[in-house]
């Protein structure tokens, strides 16, 4: 047998929420509530003897690609085809307004 919401307890959580709710609010909420538990009460009649929790749906696997080791772009190669580079960097605008 499902449990019911009443007024009450709805009017005390909404309390402690600080919510405002109108009477027609109350009475929704607490149809609403009513079915949650409902809802609740089914699950819990479920036989999930020998059913492992979950915590997803679905099982989850890794779908990135393995690491690999690859060759990185030439810093000389890099640099040269910059607008400016000095002392192996490149060089930008001071962000105090220094233009370069």
């Keep these: 047998m499902t449990a019911e919401f009443?007024?009450?307890?709805?009017?005390?959580?909404a309390?402690?929420?600080?919510?405002a709710l109108t009477e027609e609010e109350v009475a929704s909420y607490a149809t609403q509530l009513t079915s949650v538990l409902?809802?609740?009460d089914t699950i819990r009649?479920?036989?999930l003897e020998g059913v492992a929790p979950t915590s997803h749906?679905?099982?989850?696997?890794?779908v990135?690609?393995?690491?690999e080791v690859i060759e990185?772009?030439?810093?000389?190669?890099?640099?040269?085809?910059?607008?400016a580079a000095e002392d192996g960097r490149f060089?930008?605008?001071?962000?105090?307004g220094e233009a370069p």
């Design 6 to 13: 009443t007024p009450e307890e709805v009017r005390y959580v």
């Design 15 to 19: 309390a402690l929420a600080r919510l």
């Design 38 to 40: 409902g809802h609740i």
């Design 45 to 47: 009649a479920l036989d």
């Design 57 to 62: 749906a679905f099982a989850l696997e890794n």
């Design 64 to 67: 990135f690609r393995e690491d």
């Design 72 to 83: 990185g772009l030439d810093r000389d190669e890099v640099l040269a085809q910059a607008p």
């Design 91 to 96: 060089r930008v605008p001071s962000i105090l």
